[in-house]
């Protein structure tokens, strides 16, 4: 879904529709795109959280979808200068802002 507001800031003609860059799914990103981890699901397990936050998917950091599998599981991704794969429904749980 995106979230459009008006720019109140344009004072030389209408209210233009700015459309926002709200938070994806890791998932949902393609290979090349990057953005920066904003959370981790509430409804990932726990010990996947903690794993996850330990591999570097912590609030802040960058990361880039390197590539994806023919189907689109597993997902390579470059988070804390390193490579690590993991499964589609892994990345699904993780909120990023996606990069400009």
């Known amino acids: 879904m995106v979230s459009v ?28 795109m990057s953005g920066r981890v904003t959370d981790i699901d509430e409804s990932v397990e726990p010990s996947t959280a903690r794993r996850l936050f330990d591999l570097g ?25 390193y490579e690590v794969a993991l499964r589609k429904a892994q990345t699904a749980g993780i909120h990023v802002r996606r990069s400009a």
């Not at 459309?19 to 393609?30: C, F, G, H, K, V």
């Not at 998917?57 to 200068?81: H, N, Q, S, W």
Request: charged share 30%.
């Open 5 to 32: 507001q008006s720019d109140a800031r344009r004072k030389d003609g209408p209210s233009v529709p700015v459309e926002s860059t709200p938070d994806a799914r890791l998932a949902d990103l393609r290979p090349g």
């Open 57 to 81: 998917f912590a609030p802040g950091a960058e990361v880039t979808v390197l590539r994806k599998a023919p189907l689109g599981d597993p997902v390579v991704l470059r988070v804390a200068d």
